[in-house]
């Protein structure tokens, strides 16, 4: 997932989002469906978390009411329920005061950034607002639509959506949907773009590993009729090759080990026994065929595991280790490292 997405304002200065609608007015905020939510917060989170907001201050096209905000929070905190209502309306009439101040430079930045496409000269507030829909329309927007929408070519962010987003937080209108919420609904949505074009890739990359996966399955169920063999419901198997009578590892601790491991083959990818140097981590730091296995060890037990891919290094190529590879470990549980 391309990160820059969400907060790259900062370091572009903003950009461009051409985003006129059919009559030349600003978008109001109209959410109809997902596509429309998603592309609003990312217009609000584009300009309260991602620059637009603070570059405008420092500009001073807008005036910060920050100030102001802290210290209305504090008073009105400390108030009884009487005094609150009088708070209020005094705060709401100092952010008005505000807003009249930065209406007229806010208005031309906005009409410059309601209509990005058009060539504008003069170094103003528009010419401003014009440059930095540019920048957001040609860059930003198309990396969101990347990270959201890749393998759905039928959808894309809702220009005036994004604007409506923009435009409701620099007018400190009303949100429809709460800022501390914006943020949250974009990471959520591209974890999932990003999980669900993984699995896409590892279905693609199974297929063309399909013999090594076989080879691996098979190896498995001729291993697991061994008598001296345990098979886990995970599917992971071990053969004790020393009883040892320490200590179980938990989750928590870090364990001294020396180790060997191989592929089917008997290629030594990775072996603290050849460097002649035990290693040290954490239970939970390595991968999940040997968490599981090490919370089962006692300390001075020596094991040979037997680890099918999903729970070693899955469709990651690891140069030695090629995608979903079984992988065969001798195991030496030297110690728990003290606290």
């Known amino acids: ?9 900062g370091a572009l200065l903003i950009g461009g989002l051409a985003l006129v609608s059919c009559n ?12 429309d939510s998603l592309s609003y917060a990312y217009g609000v989170n584009l300009t309260t978390q991602g620059g637009l907001q603070q570059y405008l201050e420092r500009t001073e096209i807008l005036t910060s009411t920050s100030s102001i905000d802290y210290e209305y929070q504090m008073k009105i905190a400390g108030a009884d329920s009487t ?3 009088g708070l209020e309306k005094e705060y709401k009439a100092k952010l008005d005061s505000v807003k009249k ?10 009409k410059g950034l309601t209509e990005a496409f058009n060539n504008g000269k003069e170094k103003s507030a528009y010419y401003q607002g014009l440059s930095i829909g540019q920048q957001i329309s040609q860059q930003m927007v198309p990396q969101f639509n990347e990270s959201i929408f890749a393998d759905d070519t039928t959808k894309k962010a809702n220009n005036s959506q994004v604007l409506a987003g923009i435009l409701e ?7 429809a949907i709460e800022q501390s919420v914006t943020a949250e609904l974009i990471q959520s949505t591209a974890k999932a773009a990003e999980e669900k074009a993984q699995a896409k890739r590892e279905e693609e990359l199974k297929v063309q590993y399909k013999d090594s996966i076989a080879a691996g399955e098979k190896f498995l169920e001729e291993n697991a009729k061994r008598p001296e063999v345990v098979t886990l419901p995970s599917g992971l198997q071990y053969e004790i090759l020393r009883k040892g009578n320490g200590p179980i590892p938990t989750e928590t601790d870090r364990v001294v080990v020396d180790y060997h491991g191989t592929l089917l083959n008997g290629t030594v990818f990775d072996s603290s026994v050849q460097r ?11 991968i999940k065929g040997w968490t599981e296995a090490l919370k089962l060890m006692p ?3 020596k094991w040979k595991l037997y680890v099918p891919y999903d729970l070693a290094y899955g469709a990651q190529d690891r140069g030695t280790i090629k995608p979903f590879s079984t992988l065969i470990f001798e195991v030496d549980l030297k110690s728990i ?3």
Not at 24 to 35: D, F, Q
Not at 102 to 110: G, N, R, T, V, Y
Not at 169 to 175: A, C, F, H, T
Not at 280 to 285: A, E, H, I, M
Request: hydrophobic share 40%; glycine share 6%.
């Open 1 to 9: 997932m391309k990160k820059n997405c969400f907060c790259a304002l």
């Open 337 to 339: 490292e003290k606290k």
């Open 101 to 110: 101040i930065s209406a007229p430079k806010l208005a031309q930045f906005l």
């Open 299 to 301: 300390v001075g037990s």
């Open 24 to 35: 030349g007015t600003a978008p109001k905020a109209s959410l109809k469906n997902s596509v």
């Open 276 to 286: 002649k140097q035990p290693a040290t981590f954490g239970v939970t730091q390595v």
């Open 83 to 85: 005094q609150k209502i």
């Open 169 to 175: 937080v620099l007018k400190n209108d009303k949100l």
